[in-house]
């Protein structure tokens, strides 16, 4: 039999959420413990890691982006230094343009005031097996975040600590107490879900309107090109690695199981061709369930009923440029 353990908080999932919280939880010397084992479908171990403040269909900022994206670059710089690895990769979009793109770009600039993230006027220097008739315009204040190396680093610092506890967790064998919560031999004052879609089930969460997004993306090898930046025209294709690439990403509201799909395959393989015809081999179709809540927007709370349960989800598809301020705002809540 294990012996008790105390803590004051006991995050349950280590994927984006559950790991830049518990990084903050650190910074402010909160006791915690981190439960996790590793699930198919997991929306950040499937993630490209795009970080853009910028709606692209529309030319506006994302939701909050002027304090989303300078904090997100500042704390990934800093994680860096701490888990001494490099996950971070600061680079531009170059958005391809169709035939009216860049006066629009230019209008929305002017309305929006985007003059520090876009830059309109086209450009048609991109890779000679490019198809760029319009030319480009560039999105600033971009990143790739390689997520699995970020989570991975994570990972074995918690396990270093003896922080991490690799196990499965059933919300029927959470108790609730008049301290806090229970769960196995720990004793914390309070448990955090950070399970992306998995909490979704949750006996906790129900009440909440989820509208999850099963997303498809390919990872492939493009032998012929050479790009500094991620491009995007109806899909991004972003460079991970010497002719090594990833190029997604799909949205599907209804699905049946987690397989890749033969039809997103070919939505993807179709929108590659209107870019290039450089040829290019498949090393992998990955797929994963973005936690999204119906109002699009995440939530970081505790429960009313029982204030000793809390949510850290609904980052959705652009979890890598809200997580880092959110999960700072969350830990100076509970702490």
Not at 136 to 148: E, F, K, N, Q, V
Not at 226 to 239: D, E, N, R, Y
Not at 247 to 257: K, L, N, R
């Amino acid at each position: 039999m294990n012996k008790t353990e105390h803590t004051d908080i006991l995050i349950v999932g280590q994927g984006l959420a559950g790991t830049l919280l518990s990084y903050h939880l650190l910074k402010r010397k909160i006791a915690h413990m981190v439960v996790d084992i590793p699930k198919a479908g997991s929306a950040s171990r499937a993630a490209a890691g795009l970080i853009n403040p910028i709606v692209v269909k529309r030319i506006t900022r994302t939701w909050q982006a002027d304090t989303f994206q300078p904090y997100a670059h500042t704390l990934y710089s800093e994680l860096e230094q701490f888990l001494a690895t490099h996950f971070y990769y600061p680079m531009p979009i170059n958005k391809i343009y169709g035939k009216d793109d860049e006066q629009f770009w230019n209008h929305r600039l002017q309305k929006e005031g985007l003059e520090e993230y876009l830059s309109y006027e086209a450009k048609t220097d991109l890779h000679e097996g490019i198809h760029q008739p319009y030319g480009y315009g560039t999105i600033h204040r971009c990143a790739r975040l390689d997520m699995g190396t970020l989570l991975d680093s994570y990972r074995q610092f918690l396990k270093g600590e003896n922080l991490l506890l690799e196990a499965d967790l059933n919300d029927d064998d959470v108790q609730l107490t008049e301290e806090g919560v229970q769960w196995k031999h720990i004793k914390a004052g309070r448990i955090i879900f950070c399970r992306g879609s998995f909490d979704s089930k949750s006996r906790f969460f129900n009440h909440l309107k989820w509208n999850n997004t099963k997303g498809e993306l390919l990872d492939v090898e493009i032998p012929d090109l050479h790009l500094p930046s991620i491009l995007s025209k109806g899909v991004f294709v972003m460079p991970v690695g010497a002719n090594r690439f990833k190029i997604g990403a799909t949205y599907a509201h209804h699905w049946e199981g987690l397989a890749p799909t033969e039809d997103k395959l070919e939505e993807l393989m179709n929108k590659w061709k209107i870019i290039s015809d450089l040829p290019l081999s498949i090393t992998q179709q990955i797929t994963g369930i973005r936690p999204t809540l119906a109002d699009r927007r995440p939530v970081l709370s505790l429960l009313e009923k029982h204030p000793q349960v809390g949510l850290f989800n609904g980052l959705g598809s652009r979890g890598g440029l809200m997580a880092p301020y959110l999960a700072k705002q969350l830990a100076g809540q509970i702490g």
